[in-house]
């Protein structure tokens, strides 16, 4: 139902003009949403579809990271991005970090955020859960997870744990 309703919303929003959404679009939506979840169902029979994402708590929490969190780590790397572009005080690197996440939707959250921060990047994800993250300032060889990203684990986990 879930995968349904985001795969419905999403194709609504890409067709949305500003001046409403003609009724056959509406019909092209429902029809691709349901053969997205049908494929998705197939593809991915071992797994169960849960619920919680349609928990409007969880959506409110993820408001509440974005435009909190995530929002000031933003602001914050943003600063410090400008100021080693202007002094040229950089030593990049690669470091691998593991924040233990279980699910592969809190990873994906983390991965994210890290990526859409300035300064660092996800290179990749092992299967153990360690993240190699390329740093344009690497203070330290093993990073603490607050000096590298913050509290962003700990809000992947509130959000999809």
């Known amino acids: 139902m879930f995968i349904f309703i985001v795969s419905f919303l999403m194709y609504l929003l890409l067709v949305w003009s500003g001046s409403g959404i003609p009724l056959i679009e509406v019909v092209l939506g429902l029809l691709l949403a349901t053969v997205i979840t049908v494929a998705y169902g197939t593809w991915h029979a071992e797994k169960k579809l849960s619920k919680r994402g349609l928990d409007p708590r969880r959506w409110l929490n993820f408001v509440v990271y974005l435009f909190g969190p995530f929002a000031a780590g933003l602001a914050k790397a943003n600063i410090d991005v400008a100021k ?3 002094t040229g005080k950089i030593r990049p690197g690669i470091v691998k970090v593991t924040p233990a996440l279980k699910s592969d939707v809190a ?3 983390l991965a994210d955020s890290i990526t ?3 300064g ?3 290179v990749d994800v092992d299967d153990a859960g360690g993240f190699y993250i390329h740093w344009l300032y690497v203070e330290d060889e093993n990073p603490s997870e607050e000096q590298l990203y913050g509290n962003f684990a700990k809000w992947a986990r509130r959000l999809a744990e």
């Open 107 to 109: 990873r994906t959250l």
């Open 120 to 122: 660092t990047l996800t």
């Open 116 to 118: 859409l921060t300035p």
């Open 84 to 86: 080693r572009v202007i």
